[in-house]
T-cell receptor
């Protein structure tokens, strides 16, 4: 059974720092991995999608990497801003018709 | 292009009642998935509909059901509500269904059961 874990559970940093959020999954047979952000009480916003054949994806200040063999993905946030404060979730899918299995989330606070 | 919309946004019900939530996917998207989010269990998959057929189902009791219409809009129904059904219910759509395409989520429906 696939289990997805995110470390740390919470993070508080000053503005301007570069951050790394971690996502681990127990079964390396994944189809893709998706990173989301969730603002309090709101829905999920898709940040990056990495196919199993890819090593990384970039969007603006965000970079996500995937190491399938070791069951890990990292989300790198450059030059963090207070607007980045949110909960970040990773999710994996086993095949192209399967459900998303979500991690436990990392709650990020960036203070001025 | 309009995003995924969910109605209502907030709902308060009492135990034993039933509730219907609605989700309109992004135009052109044919797959709709439903998830339940609670502080204790996190995000859990309920079911997925593709072309009006339920393609996947999570581990929820039969009180939770859904359907999809020919225009891809989807509804989920919860009967005989319990206190533990209080949660944020999220729906997500993707273009042709499945993992290759990103899933895009709506703002959710916050259900409170008293």
């Amino acid at each position: 059974k696939q289990e997805v874990t995110q470390i740390p559970a919470a993070l508080s940093v000053p503005e301007g720092e570069n951050l790394v959020l971690n996502c681990s999954f127990t079964d390396s047979a994944i189809y893709n991995l998706q990173w989301f952000r969730q603002d309090p009480g709101k829905g999920l916003t898709s940040l990056l999608l990495i196919q199993s054949s890819q090593r990384e994806q970039t969007s603006g200040r965000l970079n996500a990497s995937l190491d399938k063999s070791s069951g890990r993905s990292t989300l790198y946030i450059a030059a963090s801003q207070p607007g980045d404060s949110a909960t970040y979730l990773c999710a994996v899918r086993r095949d192209n018709t399967d459900k998303l299995i979500f991690g436990t989330g990392t709650r990020l606070q960036v203070f001025p | 292009k309009a995003g995924v919309t969910q109605t209502p946004r907030y709902l308060i019900k009492t135990r034993g009642q039933q509730v219907t939530l609605s989700c309109s996917p992004i135009s052109g998207h044919r797959s709709v998935s439903w998830y339940q989010q609670t502080p204790g269990q996190g995000l859990q998959f309920l079911f997925e509909y593709f072309s009006e057929t339920q393609r996947n189902k999570g581990n929820f009791p039969g009180r939770f059901s859904g359907r999809q219409f020919s225009n891809s809009r989807s509804e989920m129904n919860v009967s005989t509500l319990e206190l533990g059904d209080s949660a944020l219910y999220l729906c997500a759509s993707s273009p042709i269904g499945g993992g290759y395409n990103e899933q895009f989520f709506g703002p959710g429906t916050r259900l409170t059961v008293l």
